[in-house]
């Protein structure tokens, strides 16, 4: 079965008619009935979707006023103890400007303080305060590990297949640098 109209002479194969059926979403067979660049739409349609209801599912576990974001960052200062704040940022994928956000909240909360480096005046150290270290240790770790049971719904075949696709499209993103 294609979704490609008898009347579409557009030669890539993509027309208006696919994008009426892709932007509503496809079972399986009719995904794969696709031409080549239908089916790239398809993904791109449904990786969008995915990423908006992904963000809304996780944003949804936010208690306490400490999101998904900040919950890493309470423990990766939890399990590594104190940290450059740019270094920090790089490894969590946190711009700049958005880190110094983060960061104003849990100060603000007193859950994280800022401190100068001993060594790099120009760098600010981070660590957790007592409050901190109580909210990474009693909420934000077992709210991940919540979290987590979602893929639960996942047999372990489709959790390895699916962290296996993650992973490449990841690494193809990475290598692209977000161009178009």
């Not at 579409?8 to 031409?35: N, P």
């Not at 996780?58 to 208690?63: G, N």
């Not at 900040?70 to 920090?88: C, D, K, S, V, Y």
């Not at 990474?136 to 987590?148: C, K, T, V, W």
Request: overall charge negative; some cysteine; charged content about 25%.
């Amino acid at each position: 079965m294609s979704f490609m109209p008898a009347d579409c002479d557009d030669t890539d194969g993509v027309c208006d008619a696919d994008w009426a059926v892709i932007g509503v979403g496809l079972s399986a067979e009719e995904f794969a009935a696709l031409h080549t660049e239908a089916r790239r739409m398809a993904l791109v349609e449904r990786s969008t979707r995915f990423a908006i209801e992904f963000g809304r599912w996780k944003d949804a576990a936010r208690t306490d006023g400490i999101g998904y974001e900040h919950m890493r960052l309470l423990q990766t200062l939890n399990f590594g103890g104190p940290a450059i704040m740019r270094e920090i940022g790089d490894k969590l994928l946190v711009t700049p400007r958005n880190m110094t956000a983060m960061i104003d909240q849990l100060e603000q909360s007193e859950l994280v303080a800022r401190r100068p480096h001993p060594g790099d005046r120009r760098a600010t150290l981070l660590e957790l305060t007592p409050a901190g270290k109580r909210m990474a240790d009693s909420a934000a770790l077992p709210r991940l590990i919540a979290m987590g049971h979602i893929f639960d719904q996942f047999s372990a075949d489709e959790q390895q297949k699916f962290y296996g696709a993650l992973g490449r499209l990841i690494e193809i993103m990475h290598v692209e640098g977000g161009a178009c």
